[in-house]
């Protein structure tokens, strides 16, 4: 069996996309494209927002949680049902990883080395 974390959904412009992206040389990790998602999304948002666009879900989540005055000595649940990807920025911060299954209930089998 195949557990998807997404469905590829191609709308038929990705090589359009792919050699502007080449074509400019902003391939990684910032770039005209980058700019324009970000100020589409401000602008959709209003309200003065800044919105900024991250290499991937897991710097989302560091940034996330360092806005949040996440660091050591505490505790974030996640999910049981993760990848590392989830559960790095925790410990980069000094914090303690607490795992829970979908049921709600402790998940002692993930549980993280302190």
Request: proline share 4%.
């Amino acid at each position: 069996m195949r557990i998807y974390l997404s469905r590829p959904h191609m709308s038929g412009r990705e090589q359009e996309y792919v050699a502007e992206a080449f074509a400019s040389n902003f391939v990684a990790p910032l770039g005209p494209q980058l700019e324009a998602f970000e100020a589409t999304v401000s602008d959709y948002l209003g309200g003065g927002l800044h919105c900024v666009g991250l290499s991937s879900g897991s710097a989302a989540l560091h940034l996330a949680l360092r806005i949040a005055g996440v660091g050591a000595g505490d505790e974030v649940w996640i999910s049981s049902m993760t990848f590392a990807g989830g559960i790095f920025p925790v410990n980069y911060l000094g914090a303690t990883p607490r795992f829970r299954s979908r049921s709600g209930q402790l998940d002692h089998r993930h549980r993280a080395a302190r």
